[in-house]
């Protein structure tokens, strides 16, 4: 199994976007990018609006390269409701536009069904389900809480194996405090996993769960990123978690770390930015 991370905090923008290539299909898992519109009391630098537009590309050669595309909720930097045309003859696996929403992704997905229509080949509600593709099994949570509560909605975790690699990527748990979100990862039992970590609210209780993913499944690449990175003192915060991954020898780190890049959260460095420029 190939896994690309297209685009993340890590690498300069809010995303998770994700290729993942088997032997029978090509994916996407949340083909979209955005910038946070205040940080600092400071509008995005130029900077960063310069690599929302190189993230932005790249989505879209991944998307076309794709057989599938997976939308795991309706907050903009998930899904793009400006470009539908990313999904033509395209197998869409999306969040179910009705159940489990709130009032404010609810309006966002029945204006986005309304744009796609008939753009994809085929168009499946996800929510608690499993496809397969040749030996490719993608399997959905049920839907979970974005974040602690469902104020800001529910998205669906993604698992997909070939029948030797697996990867779970969580979309928008914000570091997986509740037992619903860290039982599908425990369940699922994957090698590698991209994390969304906590907001800058207390650390510490999340930290109980990581650890137990890290103790309870056979994951070797803990990928932590998204919401997590837009906190400049991120590896602190949870550093009881890094010194168990050490003592498991396994990896536990970003996604630009993943990929032999230089951090970059271009948010959280956001004041930085101007005072540098």
């Given at each position: 199994?190939?896994?690309i991370?297209?685009?993340?905090?890590?690498?300069?923008t809010?995303?998770m976007?994700?290729?993942?290539?088997?032997?029978?299909?090509?994916i996407?898992?949340?083909p979209?990018v955005?910038?946070g519109?205040?940080?600092y009391?400071?509008?995005?630098?130029?900077?960063?609006?310069?690599?929302q537009s190189?993230?932005?590309?790249?989505?879209?050669?991944?998307?076309?390269?794709?057989?599938?595309?997976?939308?795991?909720?309706y907050h903009?930097?998930?899904?793009n409701?400006?470009?539908?045309?990313?999904?033509?003859?395209?197998?869409?696996?999306?969040?179910?536009?009705?159940?489990n929403?709130?009032?404010n992704?609810?309006?966002r997905?029945?204006?986005f069904f309304?744009?796609i229509k008939?753009i994809p080949?085929?168009?499946?509600y996800?929510?608690?389900?499993?496809?397969?593709?040749?030996?490719?099994?993608?399997?959905?949570?049920s839907?979970?809480?974005?974040?602690?509560?469902?104020?800001?909605?529910?998205?669906?975790e993604?698992?997909?194996?070939?029948g030797?690699?697996?990867l779970?990527?969580?979309s928008d748990?914000?570091?997986?405090?509740l037992?619903?979100?860290?039982d599908?990862?425990i369940?699922e039992?994957p090698?590698?996993?991209?994390?969304?970590g906590?907001m800058?609210?207390?650390?510490?209780?999340?930290?109980p769960?990581?650890?137990?993913?890290?103790?309870?499944?056979?994951?070797?690449?803990?990928?932590?990123?998204?919401?997590?990175?837009?906190?400049?003192?991120?590896r602190?915060?949870?550093?009881?978690?890094?010194?168990v991954?050490?003592?498991?020898?396994?990896?536990?780190?970003?996604?630009?770390?993943?990929?032999?890049?230089?951090?970059e959260?271009?948010?959280?460095?956001?004041?930085q930015?101007?005072?540098d420029?």
């Amino acid at each position: 199994m190939k896994i690309i991370p297209i685009a993340f905090d890590s690498l300069g923008t809010r995303s998770m976007a994700t290729y993942i290539e088997t032997n029978d299909c090509k994916i996407v898992i949340d083909p979209s990018v955005a910038l946070g519109k205040i940080r600092y009391g400071l509008p995005p630098h130029s900077i960063e609006i310069k690599r929302q537009s190189l993230h932005w590309t790249a989505i879209k050669k991944y998307s076309k390269l794709s057989d599938i595309l997976i939308v795991t909720h309706y907050h903009y930097d998930h899904y793009n409701p400006s470009e539908p045309d990313i999904f033509k003859n395209k197998v869409a696996l999306l969040k179910h536009p009705l159940e489990n929403i709130n009032k404010n992704q609810q309006k966002r997905s029945a204006d986005f069904f309304n744009s796609i229509k008939n753009i994809p080949r085929q168009i499946e509600y996800s929510d608690g389900r499993e496809f397969r593709f040749g030996c490719t099994v993608i399997k959905f949570s049920s839907a979970v809480p974005h974040g602690n509560n469902n104020r800001l909605g529910y998205v669906t975790e993604v698992s997909i194996t070939d029948g030797k690699d697996k990867l779970v990527h969580t979309s928008d748990i914000e570091g997986g405090n509740l037992d619903c979100q860290r039982d599908f990862i425990i369940q699922e039992n994957p090698n590698v996993i991209i994390f969304d970590g906590p907001m800058t609210y207390p650390f510490q209780n999340i930290i109980p769960n990581i650890i137990q993913i890290l103790r309870k499944t056979r994951v070797s690449d803990f990928i932590i990123d998204h919401h997590y990175l837009r906190n400049l003192k991120w590896r602190e915060k949870i550093m009881p978690a890094f010194e168990v991954a050490k003592q498991l020898n396994k990896r536990f780190f970003c996604v630009a770390e993943f990929l032999g890049k230089e951090c970059e959260p271009l948010e959280a460095q956001r004041k930085q930015l101007y005072q540098d420029e």
